[in-house]
């Protein structure tokens, strides 16, 4: 997720170019984990591995303002970006850096965390300064790439005394390149062949000129593997290494690495070609923020991107060419994108309001609806409101948003719009007005035809049930979404609100706030609660990312015992332990498991079960419902903790499904080997993402087949989709829940209304 001012005349863009957030009150902003100062000394390194995360479990982009020269931020492939800085003479002294997370869905919800990195001439207050040190490339990371995929990549030499290093490359492969960019720097260049397959080390290695023993050497491996073939009748699923690799496949011409000053357009062509003489087809993975990627009606495609502060640094952007004649022979070129500040030119961009999707609220509801104005240049707009409903009113929060407030009644029947304004705080002249169409309808638009999900699950004795977003009672249509939930559903998990990273972000410090409010909430509606999770991989705090692993065991076990003790006869079911399995099996290298290795699992499910002997503990995973590599190893590891008298009493099956999910018999077999374990079954974070266009029968025949899957067999106790209106789900753009974001039923709704009652 600094204004630009009339110096460089840019006017206010048109609305919506931000305005992509689909979650309006339930998507939070990011955080970075905390980073303390850093003092260096000339000719030495700082470096920082700066670790974004966000509640919505999506991984925040990161960038850096006020980046020293000769400095790397380099993006680490999972999430995070190091920073890294060999400082000179010249840059004695102290200065600010500043990072920042910007929000995957949300371009205009973003943290920053400043630190001061003091740079001393010497140790010694005698010595002026270090003299001649050797000069050194900047790091380099490893790449894999494809037979016929190009890689390009800039080596960058530094010289602690700032003048311009030289620079050599020895073991380049045969049909590599390494040509000066007349800046200093060099471009490394290859497209291997299949005769390549495997490991190439290159080494890089700058030296002084004057001084030519002065030199250190940086290496790359870059890991040649055949072309990636995939199934002809489904793209996305690539072909086992037994099939065919497929020969001939198409290949990009001249794309390379790019940099571009902030305040400027990059306008890249790109261009495919095929030794047949046909024209491949050309795609991208995923646009930046404010990209585009045009078809020019002549087989090439044209990347447009204009940059904000929020990215500068370094964006890896992935393209694709498929073969025109086999869309399973593709080709994968990743370049990075390299945005700089120009220190001689002020750019300042104009203010916008943080994405609103029109609220859809019942007669008699309050509205509280949250206005954010957000500047990309991290100055406070100021807000006002140009129009807002008769009997409204806008009240300011304090931290630069206001909140729309309305108590509607049966006179506010129909559509009513509100519009704001927000002005850049150094600029005036530069605006932005945003409106929205606030819904007021009849109670009776919600009607769902025939009993509850919950009525027909209470009489089987079975669990249905769904996630609440984070701070639910702070919706704008809050009381809607709430009320439809409790009339459904009859056992709740949060979303976030009982992750570590939220729920203690110091050690000892607990944010009960939303946790509690759940708890009540679920009491007060007869709902049973399910915790998630205990002990988990990812959204930590900064604290916990920063342990030394032998403390891990303490703190783990500090943080059970004290949501456990505090929820004990509140939350009926725990996700103990949470994805310790990578796709392949292994154990992921967690906190965690570096400080205890696998029987950290034991260690947790024991300690959950002295604070709350009735708690129902469970083991909870993703893409493991199935038989597949990390099922095997997770029914291995229950089998052993069984053996162990571990009080693990069940397992959690995460099905983030697509419409194109198949895999029926595997999942029955695979519940039944784990059933006949003694385990209990919980489906607990179930959708079905349209990927294939909106096909509402398609979506809801596999809601039918999982639900029926379930009620077949005896120990699968519950079914819990992730949320329930696609409003507010984290894959709401593929619409995979069982009412639409109006709140309406699917198709989905009624077959497991149907199953319930039939099957």
């Keep these: 997720m600094s204004t630009m001012n009339a110096r460089c005349g840019y006017a206010p863009w048109i609305a919506g170019s931000l305005l992509f957030s689909s979650f309006a009150f339930a998507n939070l902003p990011p955080v970075i984990d905390s980073i303390a100062d850093q003092l260096v000394l000339v000719g030495s390194a700082v470096e920082i591995v700066v670790i974004p995360r966000d509640p919505e479990r999506v991984v925040p982009g990161l960038t850096i303002s006020d980046m020293p020269n000769g400095a790397t931020f380099f993006d680490n492939q999972n999430g995070t970006r190091t920073f890294k800085w060999v400082p000179s003479t010249s840059d004695v002294g102290s200065r600010l850096i500043t990072f920042e997370a910007i929000d995957a869905l949300d371009s205009n919800l973003r943290a920053t965390v400043s630190i001061t990195v003091t740079v001393n001439a010497s140790s010694q207050p005698n010595q002026p300064g270090i003299i001649n040190q050797a000069p050194r490339v900047e790091p380099l990371s490893d790449r894999t790439v494809q037979v016929g995929e190009s890689v390009s990549f800039r080596v960058v030499p530094v010289d602690p005394e700032g003048v311009v290093p030289a620079l050599s490359a020895d073991s380049l492969p045969a049909g590599a390149s390494f040509d ?8 490394f260049r290859w497209q291997p062949n299949d005769q390549q397959v495997g490991d190439s080390t290159i080494s890089f290695t700058a030296f002084d000129e004057s001084v030519p023993s002065l030199r250190s050497e940086e290496t790359v491996k870059i890991t040649v593997t055949p072309p990636l073939a995939v199934a002809p009748d489904n793209p996305d699923t690539p072909i086992t290494p037994d099939d065919p690799v497929m020969e001939g496949a198409p290949f990009f011409v001249g794309l390379d690495d790019q940099f571009i000053t902030l305040g400027d357009t990059l306008s890249l062509r790109v261009v495919a070609k095929d030794d047949d ?33 929020i990215d500068l640094g370094d964006t890896d952007v992935r393209f694709s060419t498929i073969d025109a004649n086999n869309s399973a022979n593709r080709t994968f070129q990743t370049i990075r994108l390299n945005v700089v500040r120009d220190s001689n030119r002020v750019v300042n961009f104009p203010p916008v309001i943080n994405g ?32 807002i409903p008769p009997g409204s009113q806008l009240v300011d929060n304090g931290d630069g948003t206001r909140n729309l407030q309305w108590l509607t009644d049966a006179g506010d029947l129909g559509d009513t719009q509100a519009s704001f304004r927000a002005v850049d705080s150094v600029d005036p002249s530069l605006s932005f007005e945003s409106t929205i169409t606030v819904s007021v309808v009849d109670p009776s638009t919600f009607a769902r035809d025939g009993e509850r999900l919950r009525d027909l699950a209470d ?14 009672s702070q919706l704008a249509d809050s009381q809607l979404y709430r009320d439809i939930a409790a009339e459904e559903f009859n056992i709740v998990t949060p979303e976030n609100s009982h992750k570590m990273g939220w729920i203690q972000p110091q050690r000892g410090v607990f944010k009960w706030e939303d946790a509690d409010e759940l708890a009540n909430y679920a009491e007060q509606n007869g709902m049973s609660l399910h915790g998630h999770p205990l002990v988990w991989f990812s959204q930590l705090p900064a604290w916990v990312q920063l342990l030394d692993p032998s403390n891990a065991q303490a703190v783990m076990r500090e943080h059970i015992r004290a949501l456990v003790s505090r929820y004990r006869g509140r939350i009926a ?63 291995s590891m229950v089998e052993q903790e ?22 029926y018999d595997s999942v029955e077999r695979n519940f039944e080997r784990f059933a006949n374990l003694g385990m209990d079954i919980y489906i607990t974070e179930f959708d079905v993402a349209m990927f294939n266009g909106k096909n509402d029968e398609l979506q809801a025949d596999i809601f039918r087949r999982v639900m029926e899957i379930c009620l077949r067999q005896p120990r699968c106790k519950a079914l819990q989709s992730w ?23 699917k198709p989905a709704y009624y077959e497991w209304q149907r199953v319930l009652r039939d099957f």
């Design 356 to 387: 609103i999707r029109n609220p859809t609220i019942r007669v008699g509801d309050t509205l509280a609806q949250r206005v954010q104005p957000v500047d990309p240049d991290f100055t406070v707009p100021s807000l006002s409101a140009l129009s």
């Design 459 to 472: 009489r089987r004795g079975f669990k249905i049930g769904y996630a609440a977003v984070l701070q639910a």
């Design 723 to 745: 949320g329930y209106t696609d409003r507010y789900s984290w894959r709401s753009n593929h619409e995979p829940l069982m009412l639409t974001d109006k709140y309406l039923p």
């Design 573 to 635: 079911i725990w996700d103990v332990v949470n994805e310790s399995f990578e796709d392949d099996g292994s154990y992921r290298n967690s906190i965690w498991h570096k400080g205890m290795g696998r029987e950290y699992i034991r260690d947790a499910f024991v300690t959950a079960r002295q604070e709350d002997p009735n708690a129902v503990l469970i083991y909870n995973d993703y893409d493991v419902a199935w038989k597949n590599p990390k099922s095997d190893a997770m029914y």
């Design 642 to 663: 069984i053996a162990a008298g571990t009080p693990i009493d069940g397992v959690g099956f995460q099905m983030h499904l697509r419409d194109d999910f198949t895999e």
């Design 277 to 309: 003489g046909s024209v491949p087809g050309l795609s991208i993975d995923r646009l930046p923020e404010r990209a585009s990627f045009k078809d020019n009606g002549d087989g090439t495609r044209t990347f447009r991107w204009q940059p904000y502060p």
């Design 180 to 187: 000066d960019n007349r800046d200093g720097t060099r471009q």
